[in-house]
């Protein structure tokens, strides 16, 4: 089975700092996605990558950033964290046809004080 | 853009009840449909997904969904819940051109024994 594995399960942070949320997976996927899932508002989308170190934004980009220099991690950055950014992180890889579904991690609840 | 709605936010039943859990999409373009489920404090699974032929697909734990193409609608079935099907379920859409899936808002079921 395909693993995609989220550094942390729950994670503080302060107002102002920059935080690093980890994602591997160890199927060689090609596309990796970063997603944050808020009540209510079901998964948006925030970054994707369909190969190294190439990205794409999504549909909430600000105030996010990405980075994947290996084919297996992909890295969501909060350049400074705000608290309209506590939320649940989800990050999702995929084989690059478009007829599979994604796998996904068991996410990163970040609260931001 | 596309968008997913899911009509119902909170459904609740009763064990054996059946179960229709509504899901719309815009998007005038051929698409890739899914479900998903989230059980309490575990990851996203993949419960079907429509790619072509056969509009009624069947997938796992005894759950289907009919895609209805002049209705935009992927509607998930099942003919009998069960307790252990208390989840909240993501209806996904991918348009073929793109990359990324698009979630709607979820919906979450509670079974009463």
């Known amino acids: 089975d395909v693993k995609v594995t989220q550094s942390s399960r729950y994670l503080v942070k302060r107002t102002g700092e920059k935080v690093f949320l980890e994602c591997v997976q160890d199927?060689?996927?090609?596309?990796m996605f970063w997603y944050r899932q808020d009540p209510g508002l079901g998964l948006r989308l925030i970054y994707f990558s369909y190969d190294v170190k190439m990205k794409e934004k999504g549909d909430i980009p600000e105030g996010y950033s990405v980075s994947r220099e290996k084919k297996e991690r992909f890295s969501l950055i909060l350049e400074s964290a705000s608290t309209n950014q506590t939320s649940m992180y989800l990050c999702a890889s995929r084989i690059r046809d478009r007829s599979y579904g994604y796998t996904f991690g068991s996410g990163t609840r970040l609260t931001v004080v | 853009a596309q968008s997913v709605s899911q009509h119902n936010h909170h459904v609740i039943l009763s064990e054996a009840a059946s179960l229709e859990l509504g899901c719309n999409y815009s998007y005038g373009g051929t698409v890739n449909l899914f479900w998903y489920v989230q059980y309490p404090g575990q990851h996203l699974q993949l419960l079907l997904k429509?790619?072509?032929?056969?509009?009624l697909v069947k997938g796992i734990k005894g759950f289907e969904a009919e895609f209805i193409k002049s209705k935009f609608s992927f509607n998930l079935r099942k003919p009998s819940v069960q307790w252990s099907d208390t989840a909240e379920y993501f209806c996904?859409?991918?348009?073929?051109?793109?990359?990324?899936?698009?979630f709607g808002g979820g919906t979450r079921l509670m079974v009463k024994p």
């Open positions: 199927m060689d996927h090609e596309n």
């Open positions: 996904a859409v991918n348009a073929r051109a793109g990359n990324m899936l698009t």
């Open positions: 429509y790619f072509s032929g056969d509009p």
